[in-house]
């Protein structure tokens, strides 16, 4: 298995420009999370989806963060306009139960000027 | 808001030598998780405890639990200096989906 993929795994961009993060989940995987990570903050929970449905979205910042899980094999993190400090990393994760062994990409690094 | 708390923050130790990182929590856990962060990468699971258990192994590493003090603790005995990266303990609630993780321990193997 190819393990939870990512793309891009870095994004450099201006503020005001969309940027769209995607994620595969590990087949078989009902749970997918996107989390981001900076020093200031550490390792915040955005949303998560449960069979593609979106579960729990309290943790996305403001209207500019946005999520879509189409499919069992596809995410996409969106942020529009975005802004210098959404720059962090952002990670997706999916895992087979709920509360239990979580799956992480490799990280999409996001650098917005 | 966090719900698990890694203690210390930062710890530096000669390699060979055991590294003990603590969690502390605040309410009623599942389950509680560690796991590694290598520095430039994604995180990697270690090692799940669930609640009714008090202790559990696997290669270098041991998880203890105890939940009347609402504390885990981990340790890398023999430690190399592939250890060296980040800590994060994360604690699965009960009636709650999702896992809160802590802020991390940042463990520096010395050669």
Same mark, same amino acid.
């Given at each position: 298995d190819a393990g939870v993929i990512q793309s891009p795994r870095h994004e450099v961009?201006?503020?005001?420009?969309?940027? *769209?993060?995607?994620? +595969?989940? #590990? @087949?078989?995987?009902?749970?997918? %999370?996107?989390?981001?990570? *900076?020093?200031? /903050?550490?390792?915040?929970l955005l949303i998560y989806f449960n069979n593609n449905v979106p579960i729990d979205d309290s943790g996305m910042p403001e209207d500019r963060f946005s999520a879509k899980m189409p499919?069992? @094999? %596809? @995410?996409?993190? +969106? #942020?529009?306009? @975005?802004?210098? /400090?959404d720059s962090a990393v952002y990670f997706c994760a999916s895992s087979f139960k709920v509360r239990e062994t979580q799956y992480f990409g490799p990280g999409t690094r996001l650098l917005v000027l | 808001s966090q719900q698990g708390e890694e203690d210390p923050q930062a710890l530096s130790i000669q390699e060979g030598e055991n590294a003990t990182m603590n969690c502390s929590y605040k309410t009623s856990? $599942? $389950?509680?998780?560690?796991?590694?962060? $290598?520095?430039?990468r994604g995180l990697v699971h270690l090692i799940l405890i669930r609640s009714n258990e008090r202790e559990k192994h696997s290669g270098r590493l041991r998880v203890t639990l105890d939940t009347s003090k609402k504390s885990s603790s981990l340790l890398i005995t023999a430690s190399r200096a592939a250890d060296t990266a980040s800590y994060f303990c994360a604690t699965g609630m009960r009636g709650d989906d999702k896992i809160i993780f802590g802020k991390g321990t940042r463990l520096h193997i010395l050669p």
């Open positions: 961009t201006e503020m005001g420009q969309e940027v *769209t993060l995607r994620c +595969k989940p #590990i @087949s078989g995987h009902d749970y997918l %999370f996107w989390y981001r990570q *900076t020093m200031m /903050r550490g390792l915040e499919n069992a @094999s %596809f @995410s996409t993190l +969106k #942020i529009q306009p @975005s802004e210098p /400090r | 856990i $599942n $389950n509680l998780q560690w796991y590694r962060q $290598n520095s430039g």
